[in-house]
């Protein structure tokens, strides 16, 4: 494992919260607080559903205008997954015609957005591996963007993600942000073969989950241990199965990880242990970009190209 120190950037300032974040990230206000704890009293069962839905209900944010722009050179389409509908678009440079793709063949690197994230909020890669020689395919997890659904836990992002894989032929590596990194490592525990993966911020899940979300939403313990229960057995996967010990046990590939001393949402202190887990292969530390900015910094940028190479 190597690790770099901070990269120079024209961007490394204190980052902007321009986000508007969900209540199970900045804590419920006071009225939502009086309804569940109601709810707990009076009708507990009820409590219990609605502390699901808002653990697992992402808000959609307004695509900006850059990312909109970055959209109109891709290829749209939507696929299935399970019972949703998966936005998703490929960029493929010099490898398509007016008429799509050359062939179905082609050296494909897949980005996969975070929670509460876009497809296109990591556009700023695409022109960088385009010049390598590599179709880029984004999309948006259930729940997302332009995907359908309202419900989007780690089992319907990793299975979005499996089956992008599939529809658009065997891939030579993944780029993930945040969440998108759990459900990148989970999707390889179960099959999806990715040889290179690079992380940019990713996302670490915490030992005191339970206690996180009964802080945040304000409800009783025994409240968020049937929520853990209810989930595990709607979907065969416990909180417990997402901590770095487990997610990223035994993997081997090639990684690459980007992680900002400034991110608030995934502290610099969290990383060792995915890296004690996952060894990379290079850790690059960055200065004052974020948990976001850091996917347009143009250094962050060609760093992770690099690390790919040329595709052919």
């Known amino acids: 494992m190597s690790v770099s120190g901070p990269l120079p950037t024209r961007t490394a300032r204190p980052p902007k919260r321009t986000n508007v974040r969900s209540p199970v990230q900045r804590g419920a206000p006071p009225a939502l607080r009086w309804t569940l704890g109601t709810l707990e009293r009076f009708a507990p069962a009820a409590a219990v559903r609605m502390t699901d839905s808002l653990i697992q209900s992402p808000r959609r944010h307004q695509r900006p205008d850059w990312e909109a722009d970055a959209l109109k050179g891709s290829w749209p389409r939507m696929i299935r ?28 690197i897949v980005l996969v957005h975070g929670w509460e994230g876009r497809g296109s909020q990591m556009a700023r890669l695409v022109p960088a591996l385009l010049e390598k020689g590599w179709r880029v395919v984004a999309f948006d997890a259930p729940g997302h963007g332009d995907s359908t659904g309202r419900n989007a836990g780690l089992p319907a992002f990793q299975n979005a993600l499996r089956d992008v894989i599939d529809a658009v032929g065997p891939v030579a ?33 915490t030992d005191d989950t339970e206690a996180h979300f009964k802080d945040l939403l304000g409800v009783r313990s025994r ?16 909180w417990t199965d997402l901590t770095p010990e487990r997610v990223y046990r035994g993997r081997t590939e090639p990684l690459l990880v980007v992680h900002d001393h400034n991110d608030n949402e995934v502290p610099i202190e ?12 290079r850790v690059v530390r960055t200065e004052g970009l974020g948990h976001r900015r850091i996917l ?13 190479g040329p595709a052919r």
């Open 81 to 108: 997954s399970g019972e949703q509908r998966i936005a998703m678009w490929e960029w493929l440079g010099d490898l398509g015609t007016a008429w799509g793709r050359l062939d179905e063949d082609l050296p494909t």
């Open 270 to 281: 969290r990383l060792e242990r995915l890296t004690t887990t996952w060894t990379p292969d």
């Open 173 to 205: 590596g993944v780029i993930a942000h945040s969440f998108g990194a759990i459900a990148t490592a989970s999707a390889m525990q179960r099959g999806s073969r990715i040889p290179k993966v690079a992380y940019v911020g990713p996302g670490i899940w």
């Open 223 to 238: 409240t968020i241990r049937r929520v853990m229960a209810r989930q595990a057995e709607r979907t065969g996967m416990r």
């Open 296 to 308: 347009r910094d143009p250094h962050v940028v060609q760093t992770v190209a690099d690390w790919f």
